[in-house]
């Protein structure tokens, strides 16, 4: 399945974790994971991502034409370092986030991943995705 979306990933605990940026077009993505890679998350895909579940988890790939690049507004389609696939650990909608919010889920494609709201220009946005990867049991899908 591909989806409208962007995935980046950090190495947690020795893994590539995922996360999958879903919103509408112009909405953010891309400026997200391009600001996400200072924050030591690596680019899977950008705009496009492929989608499959294997042994139970959700995995992300680029479409082959799309690996290694990222749309970078007033500057086009630009190579970056990329990881091949990540696992998805975290789905996040660009949308206004609650302050407080109660935890959420969402299957895709028969798996159960966390889910949750980002301003995708917030400045603190990148280190907030960061945060919840490592706030997430991703074996369990729930919160530690």
């Given at each position: 399945?591909?989806?409208?979306?962007?995935?980046i990933?950090?190495?947690?605990?020795?893994?590539?974790?995922?996360?999958?940026?879903?919103?509408?077009?112009?909405?953010?993505?891309?400026?997200?994971?391009?600001?996400?890679?200072?924050?030591?998350?690596?680019?899977?895909?950008?705009?496009?991502?492929?989608?499959?579940?294997?042994?139970?988890?959700?995995?992300?790939?680029?479409?082959?034409?799309?690996?290694?690049?990222?749309?970078?507004?007033?500057?086009?389609?630009?190579?970056?370092?990329?990881?091949?696939?990540?696992?998805?650990?975290?789905?996040?909608?660009l949308?206004?986030?609650?302050?407080?919010?109660?935890?959420?889920?969402?299957?895709?494609?028969?798996?159960?991943?966390?889910?949750?709201?980002?301003?995708?220009?917030?400045?603190?946005?990148?280190?907030?995705?960061?945060?919840?990867?490592?706030?997430?049991d991703?074996?369990?899908?729930?919160?530690?």
């Amino acid at each position: 399945m591909i989806v409208h979306a962007g995935l980046i990933a950090r190495r947690v605990g020795g893994l590539w974790l995922g996360i999958l940026i879903e919103g509408p077009s112009g909405a953010g993505k891309s400026d997200l994971a391009l600001r996400a890679l200072d924050h030591g998350f690596r680019l899977v895909a950008d705009d496009r991502v492929l989608l499959w579940a294997d042994g139970g988890r959700l995995w992300g790939r680029a479409p082959d034409p799309l690996a290694g690049l990222i749309e970078v507004r007033g500057q086009g389609v630009v190579p970056v370092a990329a990881v091949a696939f990540s696992g998805v650990a975290l789905k996040v909608r660009l949308e206004p986030p609650e302050r407080m919010p109660d935890p959420a889920t969402e299957t895709v494609l028969g798996v159960e991943i966390p889910l949750m709201a980002a301003d995708p220009f917030e400045l603190s946005a990148p280190a907030k995705l960061g945060r919840a990867l490592e706030a997430f049991d991703a074996a369990h899908k729930r919160r530690i």
